[in-house]
């Protein structure tokens, strides 16, 4: 399965965003995780692709936004009010399982990764 973002940039505090990832297979769950030089990847949200049932990271919960389009196997982020601290690159990752969804926010629990996409958000 190959997984492909975009969508990224840069932007001033207070701005908005949206990522996109499409799948070139169907999979059971995607997230995204976010990742700065010298630390680890964290992720940020997720969504099951069948229930649609979304989880998020208490960093960005009530600014950023998780939703997909099941038979276009696509999911998006839509970031608002977004802050300096937001900026990093971000990654699109999917299960071939459903997975422990306790362990939403694990990169190991992923199959598949994307390249990336980076946001900078200017103070």
């Known amino acids: 399965v190959q997984l492909v973002e975009s969508g990224g940039g840069s932007v001033a505090a207070g701005e908005s965003l949206r990522l996109s990832c499409v799948a070139s297979?169907?999979?059971?769950?995607m997230g995204w995780f976010r990742q700065v030089p010298g630390k680890g990847r964290e992720g940020v949200a997720a969504?099951?692709?069948?229930?649609?049932?979304?989880y998020y990271s208490d960093s960005v919960k009530g600014r950023f936004t998780i939703s997909r389009d099941k038979a276009e196997n696509f999911v998006y982020l839509r970031m608002n009010n977004l802050k300096p601290d937001d900026t990093s690159m971000y990654y699109c990752a999917a299960r071939s399982d459903i997975g422990l969804t306790s362990d939403w926010a694990l990169p190991h629990t992923y199959h598949y990764w994307g390249q990336g996409t980076q946001v900078t958000v200017s103070s």
């Open positions: 969504i099951m692709i069948l229930g649609a049932t979304t």
């Open positions: 297979a169907n999979v059971y769950c």
